[in-house]
T-cell receptor
């Protein structure tokens, strides 16, 4: 069985500042993939970033970056230069073949 | 094009009605998924199709009946639903098999059962 834990139900950040979302996971697999998905109030789940467990280099996509600590089973997401459009619920997810195991989600609100 | 299209966007139905949700993708993906999502909760996997065959059913009640008529289409037939089935229903698609494959989601159908 695999589990994903997001311990921050809600976070608030001022526009242009940085916010970090935490995620821890547990899996018995040696190779796996981790994802951060964003779900704005418009409902569509959008992939933010993907990390391959065998790669030590942390993934980066524009203003989004991760801090992947494999030994600690930690996968945090940093949003830099926050924008109003970043307001959404963010889900951390762990993939095992077809199945995505999601964390409970963190609601991020960006204040103007 | 990474688009998964779901129709309708909203659906209200009575407990005795029969309705269907539709999902379409043209990315050549051979895996398609149905998820159920309650407000402020993560999506819960319901069904997985691979090569148009049902490969995973997460013990979903029989009042939900999935169908995959071809590689681009996925339907979810609804019959005799209960008010607790009210939720956002998400469809997703991906390439087959490996954990590395990204699932692309549609915008969902908001279902209300009266």
């Amino acid at each position: 069985a695999q589990t994903v834990t997001q311990s921050q139900p809600e976070m608030s950040v001022q526009e242009a500042e940085t916010v970090t979302l935490s995620c821890t996971y547990d899996t018995s697999e040696s190779n796996y993939y981790l994802f951060w998905y964003k779900q704005p109030p418009s409902r569509q789940m959008i992939l933010v970033i993907r990390q391959e467990a065998y790669k030590q280099q942390n993934a980066t996509e524009n203003r989004f970056s991760v801090n992947f600590q494999k030994a600690a089973k930690s996968f945090s997401l940093k949003i830099s230069d926050s924008q109003l459009g970043d307001t959404a619920m963010y889900f951390c997810a762990l993939a095992n073949d077809y199945k995505l195991s999601f964390g409970a989600g963190t609601t991020v609100t960006v204040r103007a | 094009d990474t688009e998964v299209t779901q129709t309708p966007k909203h659906l209200v139905m009575g407990m005795t009605n029969k309705k269907s949700l539709k999902c379409e993708q043209h990315m050549g993906h051979r895996a398609m998924y149905w998820y159920k999502q309650k407000a402020k909760k993560p999506p819960e996997l319901m069904f997985v199709y691979s090569y148009e065959k049902l490969s995973i059913n997460e013990s979903v009640p029989s009042r939900f009946s999935p169908e995959c008529p071809n590689s681009s289409l996925l339907n979810l037939h609804l019959h005799a639903l209960q008010p607790e089935d009210s939720a956002l229903y998400l469809c997703a698609s991906s390439r087959l098999g490996a954990s590395k494959n990204i699932q692309y989601f549609g915008a969902g159908t908001r279902l209300s059962v009266l």
